[in-house]
């Protein structure tokens, strides 16, 4: 069992940047690649970006590359979302995941492709 704890989310105007932090229990972490997600009011969750289990390969949503950054240390067993050039439309509920099948590009965005999940934390852009 893979406990996931984010921490990090808030309020935060439209430009601004916040780091999310997810810390991870369990001795398997640096095993796992991972995952965040967000879920927005009344949308469904949508995938956000991925890092691979050394960290040595990164893959990101369209609607957030060149904005975010996802990067993890394993000696902390803690992955980050560093997100910049916040916008309204960022506001959300953001979830880490380990991933449980193979890196495949094809199927980072798959849901079902991840095992563990966070309880989220919540992030408001205003405009």
């Known amino acids: 069992q893979v406990q996931l704890v984010e921490s990090g989310g808030g309020l935060v105007q439209t430009g601004g940047s916040l780091r999310l932090s997810c810390v991870a229990s369990?001795?398997?972490?640096?095993?796992?690649?991972m995952g965040w997600f967000r879920q927005a009011p009344g949308k469904e969750r949508e995938f956000v970006a991925s890092?691979?289990?050394?960290?040595?390969?990164?893959y990101y949503a369209d609607s957030v590359k060149g904005r975010f950054t996802i990067s993890r240390d394993n000696a902390k067993n803690t992955v980050y979302l560093q997100m910049n050039s916040l916008k309204p439309e960022d506001t959300a509920v953001y979830y880490c995941?380990?991933?449980?099948?193979?890196?495949?590009?094809?199927?980072?965005?798959?849901?079902?492709?991840?095992?563990?999940w966070g309880q989220g934390t919540q992030v408001t852009v205003s405009s």
């Open positions: 995941a380990t991933r449980a099948w193979a890196w495949y590009t094809q199927t980072m965005g798959v849901e079902q492709a991840y095992a563990y």
């Open positions: 890092i691979s289990q050394s960290g040595g390969s990164t």
């Open positions: 369990g001795r398997t972490f640096s095993n796992r690649a």
